[in-house]
């Protein structure tokens, strides 16, 4: 079983940073794609931002720019650095890890976080 945790959520006004991070956990062998979603209330969930094992990676048109993704293949760490963030921005974010081979299992498996809040507001 792979656990995945979130960090990195808030409060924060119009045109400030914030940082997400997720670290996933248990008998990992490796993982595939490394991404953020998000879900503002009555929306359907969109991705943000993913990032592949070979470090390439894909943004929404809405956040190109302003948000970086990066990954710690080795600490199985993916990261979201948030910058000139908007109002529009707000919503949950949600980890999701790819393609992951665990010990035991013969065939790869997607997870997700649980979700951290990001309220963007003066």
């Known amino acids: 079983q792979v656990q995945l945790v979130e960090s990195g959520g808030g409060l924060v006004q119009p045109g400030g940073s914030l940082r997400l991070s997720c670290a996933a956990s248990g008998s990992i062998l490796s993982i595939g794609d490394m991404g953020w979603y998000r879900q503002a209330p009555g929306k359907q969930r969109e991705l943000v931002a993913i990032?592949?094992?070979?470090?390439?990676?894909e943004y929404a048109d809405s956040v190109k720019g302003r948000f970086t993704i990066s990954r710690d293949n080795a600490k199985n760490t993916v990261h979201l650095q948030m910058n000139s963030l908007k109002p529009e921005d707000t919503a949950v974010y949600f980890c999701n890890v790819g393609q992951v081979y665990t010990r035991g299992t013969a065939y790869p498996n997607d997870y997700w976080g649980q979700g951290t809040q990001v309220t963007v507001s003066s």
């Open positions: 990032i592949s094992i070979v470090f390439t990676t």
